[in-house]
């Protein structure tokens, strides 16, 4: 292990954990005395293939031996409440040694970028790839973001303390961690989910975003006052607005989460210009600012009073009164008043858009329920995709939710009218996206547009329609879709009132789960070079969302590299993508880590165009062996995927049917009502969450071994060589992956491997890991896994150590739920919850797992 992280984070991990167990909670002396005792034997006994059950019951014999099954239930509950106690100071250890384990300035940094900007030409480059750039980050409403706000703040605070190694306050904080509940009681709700997301939105990005483009700024010697450029970060927010799937999402919800966005950053400009108060006691100025400081409390608590209807006025009070400093007070703190002006100009009064999403399905079911009450339904279903197209754009009527039965018809309409009362309340970028998930034909786009066009009645809509292609067959279909819309004129003439922009979102839930790890990633490559070919000629801006999550097994992996390794082929003017679950808080936790790996991406585009590195297109050849791959791949994840045990065996044999237990999040788990789970109802998170639970890691790498293997006897071996030696779209394929097969371990359920009915598939999985685990190494010319990373390596190494007896435990509860025939009602449940509770822990130590 690297000397530095050694020192850094392992050994003042190990000093600052010897604290818990003089912590005054009962029985955590004896827990964690036992615990290390119970890692030994856990480690030992895979290495002798002994099953979790073999391990748990030789650790009770040996430890507790005459003890009830109550007492070990019980020790294993205190096992597990202490490890989720080790992760969060691992983390906060991890987090508080960010600044010596990585190089803040150095490549994909805004300073590096701005070092390598030495001649006027390419400084005038970049300004004019600034007016046309931007990064936006989408909070997602999927509910893997396991740590409470309450926990968050702790986690900060801990992270600060152990910086300064100020050990009172450490163990202050342990005691509080040691007494503060991390997990729900009950169920939240889609605006319980939006206010722990605003958590990030107020103590990180409210920091972090103008700090990184401050740097920018000033390095490119510009005023703050005078920057044009104020929107190249923004922020999206999916919690209250996504309704796929989420039949809590109302109308009233979503407007009550836009309406907490607000408060939430007048909360923030609130403390601000107490601050700025304190310095501005100048004649003329000091009469503005405590104006600001009085219309911004009323907009927050007492709207009935004077207060600030929009963001414009702030900036005009602001502005006067910098006026007057400049003028009068030979401009004495200025770039403390701009700082704040920027702020606003950043964040407006919305904070982070709210996207609305719901399933191309439902606008469908909606659309037939409001031409049935025409009585046109029947001549409207004899109708081709393009009649029925006009028919919906000549309608000339105005829905209302009551002229519908269906829930989720009304909930449409109604949020339709929302998105109109959002742009009343916070300005137009508070809500102006519509998301279509399930997006498989051009009727599908223009169901919602016609909807958003009869609900509020005009033909300028003030909102983009983001079509979702996910599955392998959508992005195969996707550039002739775009075309026929395109070609459209009623479409291109809102493309046209929207600055001919047009967003289509790529990837996410279903497009791993669909076609496997690598044809997923390949087949969005694909779509997004045919969508960029055909967008330019048509004259069109396009912008690709990506659905990107935390996992690779989803697409998610190191995101600067991916977005770095694009070709000249894919358009490159912004980039969009989604962070959720554990990602959200490993990458963007603190004002440091958000800093960094969000300067990181903001670079890769610039980057990109400025720096061309003209190796980084693929050639046509390279192509094609991307797509043998690819392929080969997609067809070895099918034969897994259409196993005859495959659904039964995560119903059965994973914790994938616990998710719905555990109360992080508002969604139900699956999409069918019914008890009989099918492949096409499981959601990605249950699914993606159930192989790492597992240790088996199937969507992050399955398939890419055999595709690899096939080739090689084809006598390629050289042209895959080569391929990763240029291009660093495949080099980021294979790092990724390895995430996943690090994260593996196989061994743990090796005792599947005789089991009469999942047994064959076990093989079949194990074998694939192998197989992908030594050609990964042979292709990257590696000794080990994430030999060019070796900080996430050695961070993996430790985590999944630390969380070892959890994985043993759940995998000790789960074979005593399948093979113990004589347990009783209570030891079922004692078993349930130990499933359950041990989800929470190695969730939060795998940082970017769903």
């Given at each position: 292990?690297?000397?530095?992280?050694q020192?850094?984070?392992v050994?003042?991990?190990?000093?600052?954990?010897?604290l818990?167990?003089?912590?005054?909670?009962?029985?955590i002396?004896?827990?964690?005395?036992?615990?290390?005792?119970?890692?030994?034997?856990?480690?030992?006994?895979?290495?002798k293939?002994?099953?979790?059950?073999?391990?748990?019951?030789?650790?009770?014999d040996?430890?507790?031996?005459?003890?009830s099954?109550?007492?070990?239930?019980?020790?294993?509950?205190?096992?597990?409440?202490?490890?989720?106690?080790?992760?969060?100071l691992?983390?906060?250890v991890?987090?508080?040694a960010?600044?010596q384990?990585?190089?803040?300035?150095?490549?994909?940094?805004i300073n590096?970028?701005?070092n390598?900007?030495?001649?006027?030409?390419?400084?005038?480059?970049?300004?004019?790839?600034?007016?046309?750039?931007?990064?936006?980050?989408?909070?997602?409403?999927?509910?893997t973001?396991?740590?409470?706000g309450?926990?968050?703040?702790i986690?900060?605070?801990?992270e600060?303390a152990?910086?300064?190694?100020?050990f009172?306050?450490i163990n202050?904080?342990?005691?509080?961690?040691?007494?503060?509940?991390f997990i729900n009681?009950?169920?939240?709700?889609?605006?319980?989910?939006?206010?722990?997301l605003?958590?990030?939105?107020?103590?990180?990005?409210?920091?972090?975003?103008?700090?990184?483009l401050?740097?920018?700024?000033?390095?490119?010697r510009?005023?703050?006052?005078?920057?044009?450029?104020?929107?190249?970060i923004?922020?999206g927010f999916?919690?209250?607005?996504d309704?796929?799937?989420?039949?809590?999402?109302?109308?009233?919800?979503?407007l009550?989460?836009?309406?907490?966005?607000?408060r939430?950053?007048?909360?923030?400009?609130?403390?601000?210009?107490?601050l700025?108060?304190?310095?501005?006691?100048?004649?003329?100025?000091?009469?503005?600012?405590?104006?600001?400081?009085e219309k911004?409390?009323n907009?927050?608590?007492?709207?009935?009073?004077e207060?600030y209807?929009?963001?414009?006025?702030?900036l005009?009070?602001?502005?006067e009164?910098?006026?007057?400093?400049?003028?009068?007070?030979?401009?004495?703190?200025?770039?403390?008043?701009?700082?704040?002006?920027?702020k606003?100009?950043?964040?407006?009064f919305?904070?982070?858009?709210?996207?609305?999403?719901q399933?191309?399905?439902?606008?469908?079911?909606?659309?037939?329920?409001l031409?049935?009450?025409?009585?046109?339904?029947?001549?409207?279903?004899?109708?081709?995709?393009?009649?029925k197209?006009?028919?919906?754009?000549?309608?000339?009527?105005?829905?209302?939710?009551?002229?519908?039965?269906?829930?989720?018809?009304?909930?449409?309409?109604?949020?339709?009218?929302?998105?109109?009362?959002?742009?009343?309340l916070?300005?137009?970028?508070?809500?102006?996206r519509?998301?279509?998930?399930?997006?498989?034909?051009?009727?599908n786009?223009?169901?919602?547009?016609?909807l958003?066009?009869?609900?509020?009645?005009?033909?300028?809509?003030?909102?983009d329609?983001?079509p979702l292609?996910?599955?392998?067959?959508?992005l195969?279909?996707?550039?002739?879709?775009?075309?026929?819309?395109?070609?459209?004129p009623?479409?291109?003439?809102?493309?046209?009132n929207?600055?001919?922009q047009?967003?289509?979102?790529?990837?996410?839930?279903?497009?791993?789960?669909?076609?496997?790890?690598?044809?997923?990633n390949?087949s969005?490559?694909?779509?997004?070079?045919?969508?960029?070919?055909?967008?330019?000629?048509?004259?069109?801006?396009?912008?690709?969302?990506?659905?990107?999550?935390?996992?690779?097994?989803?697409?998610?992996?190191?995101?600067?590299?991916f977005?770095?390794?694009?070709?000249?082929?894919?358009?490159?003017?912004?980039?969009?993508?989604?962070?959720?679950?554990?990602?959200?808080s490993?990458?963007?936790?603190?004002?440091?880590?958000?800093m960094?790996?969000?300067g990181?991406?903001?670079?890769?585009g610039?980057?990109n165009?400025?720096?061309?590195?003209?190796?980084?297109?693929?050639?046509d050849?390279?192509?094609?062996?991307?797509?043998?791959?690819?392929?080969?791949?997609?067809?070895?994840?099918?034969?897994?995927?259409?196993?005859?045990?495959?659904?039964?065996?995560?119903?059965?044999?994973?914790p994938?049917?616990?998710?719905g237990?555990?109360?992080?999040?508002?969604?139900?788990?699956k999409r069918?009502?019914?008890?009989?789970?099918?492949?096409?109802?499981?959601?990605?998170?249950?699914?993606?969450g159930?192989w790492?639970?597992?240790?088996?890691?199937?969507?992050?790498f399955?398939?890419?071994?055999?595709a690899?293997?096939?080739l090689?006897?084809?006598?390629?071996?050289?042209?895959?060589?080569?391929?990763?030696?240029?291009?660093?779209?495949?080099?980021?394929l294979?790092?990724?992956?390895?995430?996943?097969?690090?994260?593996?371990?196989?061994?743990?359920?090796?005792?599947?491997?005789?089991?009469?009915?999942?047994?064959?598939?076990?093989?079949?999985?194990?074998?694939?890991?192998?197989?992908?685990?030594?050609?990964?190494?042979?292709?990257?010319?590696?000794?080990?896994?994430?030999?060019?990373?070796?900080?996430?390596?050695?961070?993996?190494?430790?985590?999944?150590?630390?969380?070892?007896?959890?994985?043993?435990?759940?995998?000790?509860?789960?074979?005593?739920?399948n093979t113990?025939?004589?347990?009783?009602?209570e030891?079922?449940?004692a078993?349930?919850?130990?499933?359950?509770?041990?989800?929470?822990?190695?969730?939060?130590?795998?940082?970017?797992?769903?």
């Amino acid at each position: 292990m690297n000397d530095q992280y050694q020192n850094a984070v392992v050994t003042r991990y190990n000093i600052f954990n010897s604290l818990f167990l003089s912590l005054p909670f009962r029985n955590i002396f004896r827990t964690g005395t036992l615990l290390p005792l119970l890692i030994q034997q856990s480690e030992e006994g895979l290495t002798k293939e002994q099953s979790p059950k073999e391990i748990i019951e030789h650790f009770f014999d040996e430890f507790l031996e005459g003890s009830s099954h109550k007492e070990q239930i019980s020790l294993l509950f205190n096992f597990i409440q202490y490890i989720e106690r080790q992760v969060v100071l691992f983390d906060s250890v991890e987090d508080a040694a960010f600044d010596q384990i990585h190089d803040r300035e150095g490549k994909g940094s805004i300073n590096h970028l701005l070092n390598r900007i030495d001649n006027t030409a390419i400084r005038e480059k970049l300004l004019e790839k600034l007016s046309d750039y931007c990064v936006r980050i989408v909070l997602t409403a999927h509910p893997t973001q396991f740590y409470p706000g309450k926990v968050l703040t702790i986690i900060n605070e801990l992270e600060r303390a152990i910086r300064s190694n100020d050990f009172g306050e450490i163990n202050n904080l342990l005691l509080q961690l040691g007494k503060t509940g991390f997990i729900n009681q009950e169920k939240p709700t889609p605006f319980d989910e939006a206010v722990s997301l605003s958590w990030f939105l107020e103590s990180v990005f409210y920091y972090a975003i103008p700090r990184i483009l401050l740097k920018l700024i000033r390095g490119l010697r510009f005023s703050v006052y005078d920057w044009p450029h104020n929107q190249l970060i923004r922020l999206g927010f999916w919690p209250g607005g996504d309704r796929d799937g989420n039949p809590f999402v109302t109308p009233d919800i979503t407007l009550k989460v836009s309406q907490h966005l607000r408060r939430t950053v007048l909360r923030c400009y609130y403390r601000d210009i107490r601050l700025l108060k304190r310095r501005f006691t100048f004649n003329g100025v000091e009469r503005l600012i405590a104006l600001a400081e009085e219309k911004i409390n009323n907009s927050i608590y007492y709207p009935e009073e004077e207060k600030y209807n929009s963001a414009e006025e702030l900036l005009a009070d602001l502005s006067e009164a910098r006026q007057i400093l400049i003028q009068q007070h030979d401009g004495l703190f200025l770039d403390l008043l701009d700082e704040f002006i920027f702020k606003v100009r950043l964040f407006g009064f919305y904070f982070a858009s709210l996207d609305v999403r719901q399933d191309s399905r439902k606008h469908a079911a909606a659309w037939n329920e409001l031409i049935a009450a025409q009585g046109k339904l029947k001549e409207y279903e004899q109708l081709n995709e393009a009649q029925k197209i006009d028919y919906l754009l000549s309608l000339q009527i105005t829905p209302q939710p009551e002229d519908v039965k269906d829930e989720t018809s009304k909930d449409i309409i109604g949020s339709i009218r929302t998105i109109q009362e959002i742009q009343q309340l916070n300005g137009e970028a508070g809500c102006h996206r519509y998301v279509i998930s399930n997006c498989n034909t051009a009727l599908n786009v223009i169901e919602v547009l016609s909807l958003i066009k009869t609900i509020h009645q005009t033909d300028s809509i003030p909102v983009d329609i983001v079509p979702l292609f996910e599955t392998v067959g959508d992005l195969a279909n996707a550039g002739g879709i775009m075309e026929f819309l395109y070609q459209h004129p009623y479409y291109r003439q809102h493309l046209t009132n929207r600055g001919n922009q047009q967003t289509i979102m790529v990837g996410f839930s279903d497009g791993t789960k669909d076609g496997g790890y690598l044809r997923a990633n390949w087949s969005i490559y694909q779509a997004k070079e045919e969508l960029t070919r055909m967008s330019r000629q048509y004259g069109i801006k396009v912008t690709f969302f990506d659905g990107r999550g935390g996992p690779p097994g989803r697409g998610g992996g190191n995101n600067h590299n991916f977005y770095a390794s694009l070709g000249k082929g894919i358009e490159d003017k912004e980039i969009q993508l989604t962070i959720q679950g554990q990602t959200i808080s490993s990458n963007y936790g603190t004002v440091a880590t958000a800093m960094h790996n969000l300067g990181k991406l903001f670079t890769a585009g610039l980057e990109n165009h400025l720096f061309k590195d003209t190796e980084q297109d693929l050639s046509d050849e390279e192509k094609g062996l991307l797509e043998e791959m690819a392929e080969i791949s997609y067809h070895s994840y099918l034969d897994l995927k259409n196993h005859p045990t495959f659904v039964p065996y995560l119903d059965k044999m994973t914790p994938l049917r616990f998710y719905g237990q555990t109360n992080i999040g508002s969604r139900p788990t699956k999409r069918g009502q019914g008890d009989a789970l099918r492949f096409e109802d499981l959601r990605a998170i249950p699914f993606v969450g159930s192989w790492a639970q597992m240790k088996q890691n199937v969507p992050g790498f399955y398939g890419f071994g055999t595709a690899i293997e096939k080739l090689k006897k084809e006598g390629k071996t050289e042209a895959m060589l080569k391929l990763y030696e240029h291009s660093l779209f495949f080099r980021t394929l294979i790092e990724n992956s390895m995430q996943s097969l690090s994260k593996s371990n196989y061994a743990v359920t090796k005792y599947m491997a005789d089991d009469p009915t999942y047994g064959e598939l076990w093989h079949k999985m194990e074998e694939e890991f192998q197989r992908t685990y030594n050609l990964l190494l042979e292709i990257s010319q590696s000794s080990t896994l994430l030999e060019s990373n070796p900080i996430t390596r050695q961070s993996i190494t430790v985590r999944e150590r630390v969380v070892l007896p959890l994985i043993i435990i759940q995998q000790y509860a789960l074979q005593m739920l399948n093979t113990d025939t004589t347990k009783s009602t209570e030891q079922t449940e004692a078993y349930n919850k130990l499933i359950i509770r041990a989800m929470f822990g190695i969730i939060n130590a795998a940082r970017n797992s769903a």
